[in-house]
């Protein structure tokens, strides 16, 4: 069936041309039952909107429609997985929200286990977040927090694939991870871990640890992010001389921090110390390779408080055998805890820390409070500022959209279901706005592209996986935009799909696209046109749509079939094209009729076709 939404409660009569409206008025037509239920309607219009029982406030409707952008609608408190240890007032706020299962060391089938029944987890860098997790939680999971920076321990593909936002708590560690690359650096360059163990083995080796200056040398950032940032900033402080490799930096943050980005190549040959702070990605996995260690300054020495992945430690133990590399500080390993004959951990010169470079007391608290109010927020159905696999949409432009986005939905579901048996592969979407320039048009398409969907897939679709899901399902998104007259944002959108066929033939327009548009009025999603027909109805319920000859008489029928079988009609649109040429008309219904019914108004003379939708 036909699924278009229509408010009930609601009578709208509008036609291509003035004399529709005046049919409805005009005893003439025939309307019976119709024409009485409308001059009931009429008479509420005013009242329209204060007169819907089961029509939510208005900031419910609004929580709801973010929601549905994140399909993060949690209806009695949600269960917060916490599998790793996470600061007390994070704990508190998290507490206060949800109810919190505090689970450590999961193995990975009882993680899975868990995230069946959980709607959020909040994860450090020990819980591997894989695809099995989001296949188990099948759709349940609607967010995961990472307390900390690194998500490379998420599946981020499988969780955008599932439509489970991530997010992470990327600024409050930034200086605690920044002080003990500088602790190692500092560590390293005094032998402080290697005469700490001596000197408490009842030794006295003063000639045997001799160190090296830092004041005067130079130092290779590789990754000048928030955490490369900081290190340069406290390094300066030292006396060194500080470098950047970062292909995506910018020069005015580095000119303003007195660093000079360089090549990865110019890096490593210059620099005596090297401290790495780019993430995990496939580009960084093991660039600090064999061919990077060929090419570093004899004598260099290394720090690591990013990520295990980036060093390829068999070269790395290969370059300290040969004296190349005179000493390395590591935090992090590629797998954690490493094995016991782990190439590095057990050499003189190396030097290493259970990953803690994220662990102060004040970091902790930091990133506990960060990642719960993102996670509560996202369990809300607001957008998370801190979202990793979705578009930000920042707070102001959302605030501006959220009328629009149950129009875009409502539009995708009704263009869908008005599409015949041929398919479709084009979607156009075009916003009819005053701000053409820079209207942010990713939320609409992502509502554009659920309500397309939701009817054709079990998966959940939401702002974090639309794009990826049309993509996968061959759906090609072709957006315009109109410019219009007026203040707002927008002023209507359409939706048009590219096929050849419709169950209702109305819906063609000139292009042979299905094609429907709609506006908000006084934030209400509103139908206002179908195919090439001008309407006026709103985007909720049960709708009746019929195309019939524009002669009097058809609309009485088709009403008096619906009274005998006591179902009321909640408004009504009928348009037409000219003057005794075809109409169509839509009309609300409070009840979906029932098969005889149906079949007694495909037996109305003169209805060319028609079809019912329903919104649930
Ligand atoms: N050991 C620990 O406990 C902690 C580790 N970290 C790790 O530190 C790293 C940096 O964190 P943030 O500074 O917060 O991240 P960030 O995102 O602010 O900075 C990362 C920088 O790396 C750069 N980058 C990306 N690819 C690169 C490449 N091929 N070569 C050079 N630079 C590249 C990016 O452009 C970016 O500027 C991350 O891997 C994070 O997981 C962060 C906090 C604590
Ligand atoms: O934030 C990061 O990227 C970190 O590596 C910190 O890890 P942790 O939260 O201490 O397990």
Redesign the pocket.
Known sequence: MLLLPALPQQLTVRGTNDAAPNRLNNPCCGLGHVAQHSVHSAKLQSKAHSQQPSRPSRSRRLQACVCGVLAATVESRPTILVSEKLGTPGLSLLEAYGNVDQSFDLTPEQLCEKAKTSDALIIRSATQVTRAVFEAANGKLKVVGRA???VDNVDLEAATEYGCLVVNA?TA??V??AE?GIALLAALSRNIAQADASTKNGKWQRGKYVGVALAGKTLAI???????AEVARRARGLGLNVIA?????SETKAAALHVKLVSFEEALSTAEFFSL?????P??KG?FGTEAFSKIKKGARIVN???GGVIDDVALAKALDDKIVAGAAL??FAVEPPPADHPLVGRPDVIVTP?????TIEAQEGVAVEIAEAVIDALKGELAATAVNAPMVPPEVLAQLQPFVTLAQGLGRAATQLVGDSGFTDVYISYTTPRSDDLDTRLLRAMVIKGILESITTSTVNLVNADLLAKSRGLRIIESTVPSEGRGVLTSMAVSLGTGSSKFSAALDYRQRVSVAGTVKDNHPYLIRIGIFDVDLALEGTVLLCRQQDRPGIIAAVSSVLASNDINISFMSVARLDSGQDAIMALGLDHYPSDSCIQKIRGVEGIAEFCISTSS
């Open positions: 900390g920076v690194g990327p560690n930034t605690a991870a003990h590789f990754g000048f992010g928030k955490v490369g490799h970062d292909p995506f930096a702070h780019m993430p995990l990605t580009g960084t660039i408080v990013a990520r935090d992090v990953h803690l470079g994220a662990s």
